[in-house]
């Protein structure tokens, strides 16, 4: 998984899985709402649907990011990926907006005599957990294979799904026992999901937002590359090194200080070998760009050749 049009592929293959799952899902739980009046039910599916949706919008993002770059995009076309993690988190916002609403009406001027959830829908809900669960698991792993914020943001889809299913079974277990009176328990679970689907989309929005604004990559990954640099034979030190992400991959900016006698053509053939160190070091960079500094360290004068 070398090359950005693999990991692109690998991310896909797991998008289209939980779009396909997610599309069975909704109309399982939309119908079985709808059916055992189940409210939380018929929320969950809401979400589920709106889940195909984001994650085929995902799956063209990432497509279109393995675009090479061009005359128009010198950098690419990796901030799409971006931009679809944005409109996943957006959109996850504003169904919980609008199941919340759905919930509030009802709790406020909902009919007390309404029907209680049929005992199916609590053995329907406890599967829609157990599954969404496991493709959470699996998308979240192949997001951090692959480098993807947009594929993270499906993951979180998947948990928030599973948790918002959890809080409906919840509800509905409270009608069972509470009879009658507790009704309106599966409108505040309802409720209560569309808390955990809000905080999920912010922090989602958040991300995305920090890699369209070039927000400085983890420490871990400045960590990593600044050794990889310091590593190569004539680099004195690292002065700074700026990392900002770009689709599934990511573009580093160095300034590298070399000895302060050393030729030009000497210091331009160590910033060749830095780039290609770090190119082929298994960074995910698809682009690096080296400034060369002398070192204000006195040294001997020695060879270019005895440098590099």
């Known amino acids: 998984m070398n090359t950005l049009a693999e990991r692109s592929r690998r991310g896909r293959r797991i998008l289209l899985t939980g779009l396909f799952l997610n599309a069975l899902l909704a109309v399982i739980k939309i119908t079985a709402g709808w059916l055992?009046?189940?409210?939380?039910?018929?929320?969950?599916?809401?979400?589920?649907?709106?889940?195909?949706?984001?994650?085929?919008?995902?799956?063209?993002?990432?497509?279109?990011?393995?675009?090479?770059?061009d005359e128009t995009h010198p950098y690419g076309h990796g901030k799409v990926e971006s931009l679809a993690g944005v409109a996943g988190a957006l959109l996850l916002l504003g169904a919980g907006l609008a199941?919340?609403?759905?919930?509030?009406?009802?709790?406020?001027?909902?009919?007390?005599?309404?029907?209680?959830?049929?005992?199916?829908?609590?053995?329907?809900?406890?599967?829609?957990?157990?599954?969404?669960?496991?493709?959470?698991?699996?998308?979240?792993?192949?997001?951090?294979?692959?480098?993807?914020?947009a594929i993270e943001a499906d993951a979180w889809h998947h948990r928030s799904d599973a948790l918002t299913s959890l809080s409906a079974a919840a509800g509905i277990t409270i009608c069972f026992f509470g009879g009658a009176a507790f009704v309106s328990a599966d409108d505040w679970a309802a409720l209560f999901s569309c808390g955990i689907?809000?905080?999920?989309?912010?922090?989602?929005?958040?991300?995305?937002?920090?890699e369209l604004m070039d927000e400085q990559a983890p420490q871990a990954v400045?960590?990593?590359?600044?050794?990889?640099?310091?590593?190569?034979?004539?680099?004195?030190?690292?002065?700074?090194?700026?990392?900002?992400?770009?689709?599934?991959?990511?573009?580093?900016?160095?300034?590298?200080?070399?000895?302060?006698?050393?030729?030009?053509?000497?210091?331009?053939?160590?910033?060749?070998?830095?780039?290609?160190?770090?190119?082929?070091?298994?960074?995910?960079?698809?682009?690096?760009?080296?400034?060369?500094?002398?070192?204000?360290?006195?040294?001997?004068i020695l060879k270019c050749e005895e440098r590099v």
Not at 112 to 140: C, N, Q, W
């Open 36 to 69: 055992g009046h189940a409210d939380a039910l018929i929320a969950d599916g809401v979400e589920s649907s709106l889940d195909v949706f984001s994650s085929m919008m995902i799956w063209l993002a990432l497509k279109y990011a393995e675009r090479p770059p």
């Open 197 to 210: 689907i809000a905080w999920n989309g912010i922090l989602m929005l958040k991300g995305s937002l920090g």
């Open 222 to 300: 400045i960590h990593k590359i600044l050794a990889s640099a310091r590593a190569v034979k004539g680099v004195v030190s690292v002065e700074k090194c700026r990392v900002r992400k770009s689709g599934l991959t990511f573009i580093a900016d160095l300034h590298v200080r070399v000895l302060g006698d050393m030729s030009v053509a000497c210091g331009h053939q160590i910033s060749h070998l830095v780039k290609d160190a770090l190119m082929s070091g298994g960074h995910h960079l698809s682009d690096v760009t080296v400034h060369i500094e002398p070192s204000s360290e006195i040294s001997e």
């Open 99 to 149: 199941v919340a609403m759905n919930s509030l009406k009802e709790i406020l001027y909902g009919s007390v005599d309404r029907d209680m959830p049929a005992g199916y829908t609590l053995g329907i809900l406890l599967f829609v957990v157990l599954v969404k669960e496991m493709l959470f698991r699996v998308s979240h792993a192949r997001s951090q294979e692959v480098k993807s914020r």
